[in-house]
């Protein structure tokens, strides 16, 4: 039996998804900040006949995660995806076995997913100063700075808009970044924070900075700053080998795989 969650149910799904935390932590974030009551959110599961948890959908504004602990999907939720769309799904990869039928309309991402526990420091003389974003004139030049890349390019088209966002969501992450000559040129960040953990977002540097080590070294004062200040994990998507060996260097490890998908225009 499919049902969408309230209030009352907030201790009960946070223990089912606590069960695979790092793999949840959007949902577990999601939930934790917004709850059940805002109107850009809602939480739906999937019961078996003694009242257990069987899987879960959350849709956050155009975007949406699916998650069972036992691989389970009830095809009832392909009406609650056509009654509330998205634009945006992910989840563990070989959930989406029984779901792609579904998804012809969106664009399929495959994603390394990975966790750091320990930190490995690899102290070195770094000569550029590590800062956090606080400000909107910081987010204006972290919108410039991921405007070089083309990765990110597409997907922050509008200043006005990535300021804002940027601002509304400074209390679920950090951001850090390196400057030279008033221009941001490197930047790592993290999001959805939990309780528990965090997920590294937005590992960027300026094509003119490349093979300096400016990413690694803001990985590791990210990581620095939650195993050691904050007692969190960190967690990250990747699709890229060479990114891949910086990142288990750092002491990430391997979890599984991660689809993405997204509605194309």
């Given at each position: 039996?499919?049902?969408?969650?309230?209030?009352?149910?907030?201790?009960?799904v946070?223990?089912?998804?606590?069960?695979?935390?790092?793999f949840?932590?959007?949902?577990?974030?999601?939930?934790?900040?917004?709850?059940?009551?805002?109107?850009?959110?809602r939480?739906?599961?999937?019961?078996?006949?003694?009242?257990?948890?069987?899987?879960?959908?959350?849709?956050?504004?155009?975007?949406?995660?699916?998650?069972?602990?036992?691989?389970?999907?009830?095809?009832?939720?392909?009406?609650?995806f056509?009654?509330?769309?998205?634009?945006?799904?992910?989840?563990?990869?070989?959930?989406?076995?029984?779901i792609?039928?579904?998804?012809?309309?969106?664009?399929?991402?495959?994603?390394y997913?990975?966790?750091?526990?320990?930190?490995?420091s690899?102290?070195?003389?770094?000569?550029?100063?590590?800062?956090q974003?606080?400000?909107?004139?910081?987010?204006?030049?972290?919108?410039?700075?991921?405007?070089?890349?083309?990765?990110?390019?597409?997907?922050?088209?509008?200043?006005?808009?990535?300021?804002?966002?940027?601002?509304?969501?400074?209390?679920?992450?950090?951001?850090?970044?390196?400057?030279?000559?008033?221009?941001?040129?490197?930047?790592?960040?993290?999001?959805?924070?939990?309780?528990?953990?965090?997920?590294?977002?937005?590992?960027?540097?300026?094509?003119?900075?490349r093979?300096?080590?400016?990413?690694?070294?803001?990985?590791?004062?990210?990581?620095?700053?939650?195993?050691?200040?904050?007692?969190?994990?960190?967690?990250?998507?990747?699709?890229?080998?060479?990114?891949?060996?910086?990142?288990?260097?750092?002491?990430?490890?391997?979890?599984?795989?991660?689809?993405?998908?997204?509605?194309?225009?």
């Open positions: 039996m499919i049902r969408r969650l309230t209030e009352l149910d907030r201790q009960s946070l223990d089912y998804l606590y069960q695979e935390q790092a949840n932590i959007f949902p577990i974030g999601d939930i934790e900040t917004f709850g059940f009551d805002k109107d850009f959110q939480v739906y599961a999937d019961f078996d006949s003694l009242g257990n948890y069987k899987s879960i959908f959350l849709r956050y504004r155009n975007n949406a995660i699916y998650y069972s602990k036992t691989n389970d999907f009830n095809p009832d939720y392909f009406k609650i056509k009654d509330d769309p998205f634009d945006f799904i992910s989840g563990k990869a070989e959930l989406f076995e029984m792609e039928s579904a998804l012809k309309d969106f664009k399929k991402d495959v994603m997913f990975v966790e750091a526990d320990t930190l490995r690899n102290k070195n003389n770094f000569p550029y100063e590590i800062k974003l606080k400000t909107a004139k910081e987010a204006e030049k972290l919108f410039y700075l991921f405007q070089k890349i083309k990765e990110f390019a597409p997907y922050h088209s509008d200043l006005d808009n990535f300021i804002e966002a940027k601002m509304n969501s400074i209390n679920m992450g950090m951001t850090l970044y390196i400057e030279d000559s008033g221009k941001i040129i490197a930047s790592a960040g993290s999001t959805a924070e939990t309780t528990k953990s965090a997920m590294v977002v937005a590992v960027a540097t300026d094509p003119n900075y093979k300096l080590g400016l990413a690694s070294n803001l990985l590791e004062e990210l990581l620095r700053i939650y195993l050691t200040q904050k007692k969190k994990t960190l967690c990250l998507f990747y699709d890229n080998p060479e990114a891949g060996s910086i990142y288990k260097r750092l002491g990430f490890k391997y979890l599984g795989m991660w689809n993405i998908y997204r509605k194309r225009k």
